[in-house]
């Protein structure tokens, strides 16, 4: 029991749970200010570093960057010092230098026209970590800052707070049957596709892919990737190929479905349920007008938020079933025990939102948005994603990416799965909205 | 030896630095690939559409969005009552 007790100030998991539920609690309370991001620019760089309202230059966001490092590393660093896995002197030193790299990551993802590629700060965040870890090599004390796994964990206790089960009804029953019928179907495919068939050696790289193809993209593989203790490599994997396959999506299903003559409202529910990443849904289903772009979009957030019901299953499979001992069963304890506990502070965020502040704000969700999610939780968390794909990239190595590419089996799962996944989507989005709702919308 | 392992690993770094920095020097430079296959992009960069937000609270007009779908459904409804009416 000691034991037991004392993992609520030795675990990494318990410290992302107590971070994200003081950055929640202290937005509730009044107490935290907005948090700053670096802003959009043009052709002026600049720009990102000022405020800049109708066209004046009101202030510069340079200060409250450094305050926002400076609040972080003091944050995280107590976590640090208590867990006692690295002396905090060292850990401040390697953190204010990622925190540093993580704004030029920013910076370079706010540029207008990088956006409209669809390119997000994650991708730039890998990059430059793995330019750094491929070239002159990280040090050390570079190394001691690099926290991926409290940075990822706390940044989904935070994204908890943005998924509202309310938001499932947004398109009553059509809307459900094509986010939550057949993204539960193509994560399970694809995972017993990956072992049986494939007979895929990683069982983490498989659960990632299956998710990010099936979910929601970046967001969804941190997720799988944190609930299975999965190694900082399989996401670095799973992440690069989903990138570049919603790059691919967003350009040529818009084009496709106008080629075929498709109902713009079927194509853009098949996007919605298919493309990764929301934004590019959104730019996708904008291309078939904006009737679609408003279908594509609310399909996409109403599967965004079967998130925490993934981490959840991934979390509770991989302590009952991958990670177990084959000799005995694992008991309530043992599984409470072994079973991530960042995962129920994602869970708690989301219900404490869903269930208490957004009723208690008279179900005014746009004004919880306003006062809470956007000015703060979401830029924190933002904050600790953009961290730590910039840990992941400083602690990789393409020799190890290499091996765990098994000679193409993971990118032959992404294309069979999504595949998979087109054609199923295609046909639930059919029976929904054309034969069992026409007048859905 | 290690002195000119080290040398090479710099320049392995300033080459991926300047390669690092014409990717962003090309998707910065507002260049759309001809034909359809810049189509999207274009459309993007007329209406401003910001398609790198990696889930849903992070698309600006989300709001937005989510209530023209409420609209929609609504003038449905209406347009479905009015023919079953007609019926």
């Known amino acids: 029991m000691s034991n037991s007790i004392s993992s609520l100030w030795k675990d990494e998991d318990w410290w992302a749970i107590w971070f994200g539920f003081i950055i929640i609690i202290g937005a509730l309370a009044g107490f935290l200010p907005k948090i700053p991001k670096v802003g959009k620019w043009s ?3 600049i720009d990102a570093f000022l405020v800049i309202k109708d066209g004046v230059t009101t202030g510069n966001l340079i200060v409250p960057l450094l305050l926002l490092m400076v609040g972080l590393a003091i944050l995280t660093s107590v976590g640090v010092a208590v867990m006692k896995k690295e002396k905090v002197g060292k850990y401040l030193a390697g953190f204010l230098v990622i925190f540093i790299l993580s704004c030029i990551a920013y910076w370079v993802a706010n540029q207008t026209n990088i956006k409209y590629w669809g390119l997000s700060y994650a991708m730039w965040a890998l990059l430059i970590g793995l330019l750094i870890s491929n ?3 990280t040090p050390g004390w570079l190394k001691a800052g690099a926290k991926t796994e409290l940075f990822i964990k706390t940044g989904l206790v935070l994204l908890g707070a943005e998924i509202l089960f309310s938001k499932i009804v ?7 049957m094509v986010a939550w019928i057949v993204t539960p179907i193509v994560v399970i495919f694809m995972y017993i596709f990956a072992m049986r068939y494939l007979k895929m050696k990683n069982k ?20 799988a990737a944190a609930a299975s203790c999965a190694k900082k490599e399989d996401l670095t994997l799973g992440v690069g190929m989903t990138l570049i396959f919603t790059v691919l999506m967003m350009f040529f299903m818009p084009l496709f479905i106008q080629f075929i003559g498709m109902n713009d409202i079927l194509g853009a529910a098949w996007m919605g349920g298919t493309i990764d990443s929301t934004g590019a849904v959104v730019a ?30 991934v979390a509770l499979y991989w302590v009952t079933c991958v990670d177990r001992d084959p000799n005995c069963k694992p008991n309530a304890m043992e599984i409470w025990y072994r079973f991530p506990k960042f995962v129920l502070g994602f869970l708690g965020a989301s219900l404490l939102f869903s269930f208490v502040v957004v009723p208690a704000m008279h179900g005014n969700f746009e004004l919880v948005e306003n006062k809470y999610l956007n000015p703060i939780t979401e830029v924190f968390r933002s904050w600790f994603f953009c961290l730590a794909f910039m840990a992941i990239g400083l602690e990789s ?3 190890e ?3 765990r590419m098994e000679g193409g089996k993971p990118m032959i799962l992404y294309v069979v799965g999504q595949t998979f996944n087109l054609i199923l989507t295609l046909f639930v989005a059919w029976l929904a909205f054309m034969v069992l709702f026409p007048n859905a919308i | 030896m290690a002195e000119t392992k080290r040398k090479i690993n710099w320049l392995k770094f300033i080459s991926g630095l300047v390669l690092l920095g014409g990717a962003i020097l090309f998707f910065a430079s507002g260049y759309s690939p001809p034909g359809v296959c810049g189509e999207v992009l274009r459309h993007n960069q007329a209406y401003d559409i910001d398609a790198s937000p990696l889930i849903y609270s992070e698309v600006e007009n989300m709001a937005e969005l989510e209530a023209g779908v409420q609209k929609l459904r609504i003038e449905a409804r209406i347009r479905a009552e009015l023919e079953s009416e007609k019926q």
């Open chain 1, 284 to 313: 996708a289903g904008s291309m078939l007008g904006p009737d679609a772009e408003k279908v594509a979009a609310v399909v996409k957030m109403i599967q965004n938020v079967l998130i925490g019901f993934l981490a959840f299953f």
């Open chain 1, 397 to 399: 190595n393409f020799k």
């Open chain 1, 170 to 176: 947004s398109l009553g029953i059509p809307g459900l």
């Open chain 1, 401 to 403: 990416l290499a091996e």
């Open chain 1, 135 to 137: 070239t002159i090599g």
């Open chain 1, 204 to 223: 983490h790289l498989a659960i990632i892919i299956a998710s990010a193809t099936s979910v929601c993209g970046v967001s969804a593989a941190i997720a």
């Open chain 1, 43 to 45: 052709d002026n760089p």
